[in-house]
């Protein structure tokens, strides 16, 4: 995924290896935007993928030339019409000429904010989420079955960065210890205090505000849950059928809040990796994201603390940026240079403008 070219100078880096994955030569370094501006279409509108050929070094020890083809295309702004139109595209406009001409239609961005209510654990326990787009187990009504048997099983599937969850109080201690306004240190009765005089769900709303959704747990385990906080961007290549918004109608989203199963620190290279699923919940994509394409949501996840059952509160925004058809870049015929920037720049600005 390519990141604001207008503005952003990116390259694409590549070395030569042997047989053996010994690096051979220098290799090569070329702008993402010199790779491109070849990009085009013929007469009868099939598009023309960029080609670049580059010189094999001498230490590569063959002759000959390595020809590399490239093709780009834009997300839809975050303009309704736009983001509409892209995904009603069917061939050949909705396909790729290089690679599988169905793959990759769909960039959904996940931004995983925080989970509120987690059962206890100690200091300094790591927790992450395992996030899936999948197929859902039955087929809906207004889905055609040759399509959906075409496209099924898991689509992609992340997992977060490790964080520490912590108790709301000793999240709030931690800042009022960092202020740097306490040079004689932080007085063990005002934290004494604030531990036992001050419930969570207070903490919690001045946290999160209108995004806590009120008291977690049940009873007097409220006070024995944790908060984990992310910030953790997901961003995720679907593949997709024509028109793509049939695709959007089949998908769900699969959340799975995680944390080691001995110990605090995640091993995830180590012999026998065992992780404790701590909850796990499915929800239709198109209903997280029914008008705008676009939204900040706020879910109820079932977790399982010993023997009873708690309810995490997870934020997260979801936005669904399909692809449009690959656009010409190639120098016009006045000579004034290559077309991709200020197509770029269009882009940029009809999302501002919208």
């Known amino acids: 995924l390519l990141t604001d070219l207008a503005r952003v ?55 000959g030339d390595l020809v590399l083809k490239a093709e780009w295309r834009p ?8 983001i509409d139109k892209a995904l009603a595209l069917g061939p050949p406009h909705g396909q790729w000429a290089v690679g599988d001409a169905c793959k990759s239609n769909l960039i959904l961005l996940v931004d995983l904010y925080n989970v509120a209510g987690l059962p206890w654990a100690e200091r300094g326990t790591q927790h992450w989420v395992s996030l899936s787009v999948r197929r859902r187990s039955h087929q809906p009504g207004n889905v055609s079955s040759d399509y959906y048997e075409d496209y099924t099983g898991v689509l992609a599937e992340r997992d977060s960065s490790v964080v520490e969850a912590a108790a709301p109080v000793q999240r709030a201690l931690d800042i009022l210890k960092n202020m740097g306004e306490f040079p004689g240190g932080f007085p063990k009765e005002a934290e004494a205090a604030l531990s036992s005089g001050v419930r969570p769900d207070v903490w919690r709303k ?31 290549l679907l593949d997709a059928g024509h028109p793509s ?41 198109a209903n997280l994201v029914q008008h705008d394409y676009c939204k900040e949501v706020c879910l109820q996840v079932p977790v399982v603390a010993g023997s009873k059952t708690l309810t995490a509160s997870l934020r997260m925004r979801i936005q669904i940026c399909p692809l449009e058809e690959a656009p010409d870049l190639r120098k016009d015929k006045s000579g004034d240079g290559n077309l991709f920037s200020r197509f770029a720049g269009k882009a940029v600005n009809a999302a501002k403008n919208a």
């Not at 997300?75 to 736009?82: F, I, K, L, N, Y």
């Open 206 to 236: 001045a946290f999160y505000g209108e995004h806590y959704p009120g008291s977690l747990g049940d009873g007097g385990s409220v006070r024995q849950t944790v908060d984990a906080e992310w910030d953790y961007p997901f961003r995720l």
């Open 9 to 63: 100078p990116q390259s694409l880096r590549a070395v030569f290896c042997d047989e053996r994955q010994h690096i051979v030569g220098d290799g090569f370094e070329k702008h993402v935007v010199d790779l491109l501006k070849t990009q085009g279409r013929a007469g009868d509108g099939t598009l023309r993928p960029a080609r670049c050929r580059l010189h094999l070094p001498p230490t590569a020890r063959k002759d």
């Open 245 to 285: 918004f049939e695709t959007i109608r089949t998908l769900e989203l699969v959340v799975t809040i995680k944390r080691p199963e001995r110990g605090k620190l995640r091993d995830p290279n180590g012999k026998h990796p065992v992780d404790k699923i701590l909850g796990e919940e499915s929800w239709e994509l």
């Open 75 to 82: 997300c839809a702004p975050e303009v309704a019409e736009r």
